[in-house]
């Protein structure tokens, strides 16, 4: 079956300029993840959505970052007003359920190819 | 807090065995997972322990001592397509939802 996808591979943008990334997850998993990856760097955890409820934005490293998922499924990540450090690999998770305190699955996220975003 | 520790490479030849461990601290702690990553890929999973012992799973174990905060994933008859990035990664209660706290990987590289 179609896995998590994620759009556009690449992206490179001037500095100052906003950016939108997209991702698709798997059909029917309720829970989404953003995570980025720098060079060097572990996967850092940035905002999570958990069906309808309110997400998780504590990962998120300024007010220049927001995230939207509309209808539970496709989600989007916009930074605004680009600065160098933000250039990394921002890669979409999705899990089947991610309900908090839940431990009877070990809610296995399935990752997306991931978008290379490169700040000139 | 949450710190993941897990040493940066490793090396390796192609038919052994290699260890590659990982400790934490973390508040909630709620399930580990160990990821492959190769360059320019999405990380793939490989295991999660959420009770201490081994699991074993063909060619790749993983171990987990929660009083420890201690885990290995157990490469054997490794391979040339091993060369990859081992991604250790913990589920926080404490953190949002189901997020991981990943390590920073563990580059390995299998020589002939």
């Known amino acids: 079956g179609a896995g998590v996808s994620q759009s556009p ?7 100052g300029k ?5 991702c698709d997850p798997i059909s029917g998993h309720t ?11 572990g996967l850092e955890f940035l905002i999570y ?14 007010d220049r970052f927001s995230a939207e998922r509309t209808g539970g499924s496709v989600s ?13 690999v921002y890669l979409c998770a999705s899990s089947l359920v991610g309900v908090w305190g839940d431990r009877s699955s070990y809610n296995e996220q399935f990752f997306g190819p991931g978008t290379r975003l490169t700040v000139l | 807090g949450q710190n993941i520790d897990q040493p940066t490479e ?9 260890q590659i461990n990982c400790t934490y601290q973390t508040s909630g702690f709620n399930g580990l997972f160990w ?18 012992g081994l699991e074993e799973k063909g060619r790749f174990s993983s171990f987990l001592s929660r009083s420890k905060g201690y885990s290995y994933l157990l490469l054997k008859e ?15 209660l404490d953190q949002a939802g189901t997020a991981l706290i990943f390590g920073k990987g563990t580059t390995l590289s299998v020589s002939s």
């Not at chain 1, 993840?33 to 060097?40: A, E, F, H, P």
């Not at chain 1, 916009?78 to 160098?84: D, K």
């Open chain 1, 9 to 15: 591979s690449n992206k490179v943008t001037e500095k």
């Open chain 1, 18 to 22: 906003d950016v939108e990334l997209r």
């Open chain 1, 31 to 41: 829970a989404l993840y953003w995570y980025r990856q720098s060079l060097g760097q």
């Open chain 1, 49 to 62: 959505f958990q069906g309808n409820s309110a997400p998780d934005k504590s990962g998120l490293p300024s």
């Open chain 1, 76 to 88: 989007t990540l916009t930074i605004q007003r680009t600065q160098q450090e933000d250039s990394a």
């Open chain 2, 10 to 18: 490793m090396t390796a030849t192609e038919g052994a065995i290699v």
């Open chain 2, 35 to 52: 990821y492959q990553q190769h360059a320019g890929e999405a990380p793939t999973f490989l295991s999660y322990n959420v009770l201490d």
């Open chain 2, 78 to 92: 490794l391979q040339m397509k091993d060369s990859a990035s081992y991604l250790c990664a913990v589920r926080d």
